[in-house]
């Protein structure tokens, strides 16, 4: 963590969030983050409206302050639009949560439904409709997610044609929405239905492609946080390569996991690694464990032999990181930043 007199970095701000499920004062992280955008001792300017959001979430989480976190939200949102940035709608889902939980209904479900057209456009844009399950608008939920699928397979349909990059994205955002429709018709005991169908034969196409591609399945190697240590312990030069620490690590892992993700790659999971089986593999392949082709070769077998955690979890499912903690409230916010 950095002193309070140095600027902080995107992965300074990810270590705060993550501190805050733990940290005996949040009301002190609360301010290190409010000050450091005031005082300019941010050093992205970028992720000015990041260090406001997070700030929000902490006080709803952890101090149950729904009003306060609406105002730290609509400054994140004031932040985000005076520095010409994307439509950052997280920020705008939360505020729409926030409204609801004060009793402004009305607000709530006007600023879901002005987010409502980023379900065919942004592979990330699930917590549109993950608002509408929190508030109790499963149903709308579900009706939001069917139509956004029907949309992006028309669009496939009457645009055969289109850049690979674009159909690559479409197919990204075709398998979150329907997997979260899935997930969500099944808890709502719902009879399958062609979409449903479709979920099924696509989660095991991913799976067969994870057995068959040539290069491996489609994932990363993670260190679980004892394993992590012992590495660093061994080998401090992959801490360029895997982080300098156990937060840094994860973060790392979750968005480039999102990345893969948006370049259309499906199917995503996550296997464990050991210091030891790095020192082991090194020895019999006559690698150095530090050199960065010989981890790489190990992640690589590892991914060909091991069955992968999958990735994502659903967000009330435990984190993949084998913290315990839901995924929403451990390793979900590290793709945000």
Same mark, same amino acid.
């Given at each position: ?111 879901? +439904? ?15 409709? +993950? ?127 999102? +990345?893969?993700?948006? +370049? ?74």
């Amino acid at each position: 963590m950095t002193s309070s007199t140095e600027l902080l970095s995107s992965d300074d701000l990810d270590e705060i969030g993550h501190l805050a499920y733990s940290a005996p004062d949040p009301e002190a992280l609360v301010t290190r983050l409010v000050d450091a955008v005031d005082g300019g001792q941010i050093l992205d300017k970028r992720d000015f409206g990041y260090a406001l959001t997070l700030a929000a979430e902490i006080v709803e989480r952890e101090e149950d302050d729904p009003e306060r976190a609406l105002a730290l939200t609509e400054r994140a949102i004031d932040v985000h639009r005076t520095h010409g940035e994307p439509d950052h709608g997280y920020s705008r889902a939360m505020r729409a949560r926030l409204l609801h939980r004060l009793g402004r209904v009305d607000e709530a479900m006007a600023g879901l +439904e002005e987010l409502r057209p980023l379900l065919t456009v942004d592979p990330t844009a699930t917590y549109v409709t +993950e608002v509408l399950e929190e508030v109790g608008y499963d149903d709308l939920a579900e009706r939001w997610l069917t139509d956004a699928v029907r949309e992006l397979l028309g669009r496939t349909t009457d645009r055969p044609y289109a850049a690979e990059e674009s159909q690559q994205q479409t197919a990204a955002m075709v398998y979150g929405l329907v997997q979260q429709r899935h997930r969500l018709r099944g808890e709502m005991d719902l009879p399958h239905d062609d979409l449903d169908n479709l979920a099924d034969r696509l989660r095991a196409a991913s799976s067969r492609a994870l057995d068959q591609l040539d290069d491996g399945p489609n994932g990363i190697v993670f260190w679980p946080r004892a394993e992590f240590n012992a590495l660093l312990l061994r080998w401090p030069a992959l801490a360029e390569t895997y982080g300098t620490g156990w937060d840094d690590h994860r973060a790392r892992a979750e968005r480039d996991l999102v +990345e893969l993700a948006e +370049e259309g790659v499906s199917g995503l999971g996550l296997v464990a690694g050991s210091a030891e089986g790095v020192a082991s593999f090194a020895r019999d392949a006559d690698l150095d464990p530090t050199d960065l082709a010989a981890v790489d070769e190990y992640a690589d077998s590892l991914l060909a032999e091991a069955d992968p955690i999958p990735w994502p979890p659903g967000r009330n499912e435990p984190c993949w990181c084998g913290s315990g903690s839901k995924y929403k409230k451990c390793c979900l916010p590290r793709s945000r930043s």
